[in-house]
């Protein structure tokens, strides 16, 4: 999965904010993420904890599906975590990542 183009939601905790983004890389982006290495939304609002994600076989399908999901509407984006992760776990714990604290919910 190190070098798979993924498309992932992060959130800052159980239905807190979300953010929805792309890489090749989930691991080194959640790293990222987690240690306020990318400044803006996601540091500004503790939006750290990996909530979903879902791997592509190309980065043109991963984009095009970000831009999907960007302009979906929050209850959807919020369906389709449940659908999944029910309980709003962190996944990246299950990737070898430590628990990490939340600012909200």
């Not at 803006?40 to 990996?50: A, E, P």
């Given at each position: 999965m190190?070098?798979?183009p993924c498309v992932y939601i992060l959130g800052s905790g159980r239905h807190g904010t979300l953010y929805v983004g792309v890489t090749s890389n989930l691991l080194q982006r959640l790293y990222q993420h987690q240690t306020g290495m990318i400044k803006?939304?996601?540091?500004?609002?503790?939006?750290?904890?990996?909530l979903y994600f879902e791997q592509h076989g190309d980065m043109e399908t991963a984009i095009s599906r970000e831009k999907r999901l960007k302009n979906w509407r929050r209850g959807w984006k919020v369906a389709l975590i449940e659908e999944v992760n029910p309980e709003w776990i962190d996944l990246a714990?299950?990737?070898g990542f430590e628990p990490v604290e939340t600012k909200s919910g």
């Open positions: 190190e070098r798979e803006g939304f996601t540091s500004r609002y503790g939006v750290t904890r990996l714990i299950g990737l």
